[in-house]
């Protein structure tokens, strides 16, 4: 398998649903802007989005991925499959008690959550029904979080990758056609959340079915519990919901806070985080989702070296291409913002207030990415306590630089601490490698960091000094120009980057890997 053009097919796919993604804010925030129902509609979300990290794709796929490679590789298909059976009925029969529990006591979780939409008492009514609607989403996700861990360890990559653009669908198609008809609009999107989860769901079906690994569900909620495959399982994915999850347990601390903060809040640091989002999951997740079946057979196999060479290629590739994606949030901010959300009900004020949590979460943005590249080595070795530890560290310091960046720059202080904590984790999972022997960096990383600098630099200064020749605000009246503007100071920064990247001897066969 060409790890490189695996990861181009990944992240191809990833861009397909981050630009669905984009699309679907953009409509959002013309449609609905930024205000104390939108503020209601993303602390609904959040609620199941975090459950969904902690259920699926984030500790679950991390204790799953690892353990079903191994059945894979040592006991053959059939044991895989009733593995995947066993695990499958436990994770969906607990999620849907979840979501029953969760939709009784949804009063209870806002007010925890976001407590100061209190204030408005229409908004926090909205945020009750909304969280009771999604919160089956969870239950649909675990399904998928698991059928993508079944399907990326059979080395079938493009669906799972695919999967997040129909939601994005059913939310356009939500706001587009349903909106309009509603007493309150702002509910078609919680709709759009319900039935995107289903669409989900049923994109899996048939790659899973093509595979023979469609997983075999019991009306017992209690079968497969006794397989020791599923105690392995649940016995990692324990601690691991701290691993992989801090950072979306600071992101609920974080949607607290703001809701006690200056009305919009909440939606403008939901609208920088989604622009934070595109690159974290083109090369974070993609990245991630590739190294991990292979680091797992690695590890299986027994082969330190490729162990080894596998992450080296994996952090030059990240640091490739996160660092000029930090310098590009930074600069191209507010250009972003605008050209994205300003539209409608979209205020001049509610972009340069999203634009402040955009920059401070740029600050930490290679620390995001590379969480996402050096947490699988440990994931991979089954190694849990190692990321838990560090974890639970950083969810402390994060609230601690909370404390000190909230009172100065409000609501930008909360991106600032998540993305410095993020570089704090990176940091300790990175010397956790090197201590363990579990990574020796490959000859040549001083040359290769000294050539990054010299075409990032020359990137940012391209892109700031660019970027000031247009009143992005301004252009709110002809749109198509500032698009255009926009994609012509990237496609000038790109250029540049890669251009001078050319003239120091990268060249993409460097960076081209085999995988098992």
Same mark, same amino acid.
């Given at each position: ?9 990944v992240s ?9 993604g984009?699309?679907r804010?953009?409509?959002f ?12 509609f993303?602390?609904?979300?959040r609620?199941p ?10 500790a ?7 353990i079903?490679?191994?059945?894979k ?8 499959r009733?593995l ?28 925890l959550i ?29 399904f ?24 994005n ?10 909106a ?8 078609a999107?919680?709709i759009?959340?319900?039935? /995107?989860?289903? &669409?989900?769901?049923?994109?899996? +079906? @048939? %790659?899973? *079915?093509?595979i023979?690994? =469609?997983?075999?569900l019991? $009306?017992?909620p ?27 347990i600071s ?9 006690r ?6 939606s ?26 292979s680091?797992?057979?690695?590890n299986v196999?027994?082969d330190?070296?490729e162990y080894?060479?596998l992450?080296?290629? /994996?952090?030059? &590739?990240?640091?490739?291409?996160? +660092? @000029? %994606?930090? *310098?590009?949030?930074?600069? =191209?901010a507010l250009?972003? $913002? ?10 001049d ?6 634009a402040?949590?955009l920059?401070?979460y ?6 995001i ?5 050096l ?10 306590r ?23 720059i ?5 991106a ?5 904590a993020?570089c ?7 010397? /956790?490698l090197?201590?363990?022997g579990i990574?020796?960096p ?16 020359a ?25 255009g503007?926009?994609?012509?100071v ?13 003239l120091?001897g ?8 085999t995988?098992k």
């Amino acid at each position: 398998m060409n790890l490189l053009r695996t990861l181009a097919a990944v992240s191809s796919m990833t861009m397909l649903s981050r630009v669905t993604g984009l699309l679907r804010e953009t409509l959002f925030a013309r449609a609905f802007g930024a205000g104390a129902y939108t503020d209601a509609f993303n602390v609904a979300f959040r609620i199941p989005n975090l459950l969904r990290r902690l259920f699926a794709e984030g500790a679950f796929s991390q204790a799953f991925v690892p353990i079903l490679a191994e059945y894979k590789i040592q006991h053959g298909q059939e044991a895989s499959r009733t593995l995947s059976d066993h695990v499958a009925n436990c994770l969906v029969w607990a999620t849907l008690i979840v979501s029953a529990i969760g939709i009784v006591g949804a009063p209870l979780f806002v007010l925890l959550i976001a407590g100061g939409l209190k204030q408005d008492a229409g908004a926090f009514d909205a945020a009750v029904w909304m969280t009771r609607l999604m919160f089956p989403y969870i239950a649909c996700m675990s399904f998928v979080a698991m059928a993508g861990g079944i399907l990326n360890t059979w080395h079938q990559f493009k669906i799972p990758a695919f999967t997040p653009v129909l939601l994005n669908l059913s939310l356009i198609a939500g706001s587009l056609f349903l909106a309009p008809y509603l007493e309150q609009p702002v509910y078609a999107q919680a709709i759009a959340v319900f039935v /995107g989860g289903l &669409l989900q769901v049923a994109i899996q +079906i @048939p %790659a899973l *079915i093509k595979i023979g690994m =469609l997983p075999r569900l019991s $009306i017992n909620p209690a079968a497969g519990l006794s397989d020791p495959g599923v105690r392995r399982v649940l016995k990692k994915m324990g601690p691991a919901v701290f691993a992989v999850s801090a950072s979306q347990i600071s992101l609920m601390i974080n949607t607290s806070i703001a809701s006690r903060l200056e009305q919009g809040s909440i939606s403008w640091l939901t609208y920088a985080d989604r622009l934070m989002e595109f690159p974290t999951a083109l090369l974070g997740v993609a990245l991630g989702t590739i190294l991990l079946p292979s680091l797992s057979k690695a590890n299986v196999d027994g082969d330190r070296e490729e162990y080894s060479a596998l992450l080296d290629w /994996g952090l030059r &590739l990240t640091l490739l291409l996160a +660092i @000029p %994606a930090a *310098i590009g949030l930074c600069v =191209l901010a507010l250009p972003l $913002i605008a050209t994205l959300f300003h539209y409608g009900a979209f205020t001049d004020r509610a972009a340069e207030m999203s634009a402040r949590p955009l920059i401070a979460y740029a600050a930490g943005l290679v620390g995001i990415i590379l969480v996402k590249t050096l947490a699988p080595a440990f994931y991979a070795r089954q190694d849990i306590r190692t990321p838990v530890r560090i974890a639970m560290g950083v969810l402390l310091a994060t609230q601690l630089m909370n404390l000190i960046f909230v009172p100065l720059i409000e609501v930008a202080g909360l991106a600032l601490s998540i993305g410095l904590a993020a570089c704090l984790n990176a940091l300790f999972l990175f010397i /956790g490698l090197r201590k363990r022997g579990i990574y020796v960096p490959s000859p040549g990383w001083g040359k290769f960091f000294v050539k990054l600098v010299v075409a990032v630099a020359a990137m940012g200064v391209t892109g700031w000094f660019a970027a000031q020749q247009f009143d992005w605000l301004a252009l709110r009246a002809t749109p198509l120009l500032r698009a255009g503007a926009l994609a012509g100071v990237i496609a000038v920064c790109g250029l540049v980057y890669f251009g001078l990247l050319v003239l120091l001897g990268f060249r993409v066969r460097d960076f081209r890997r085999t995988g098992k």
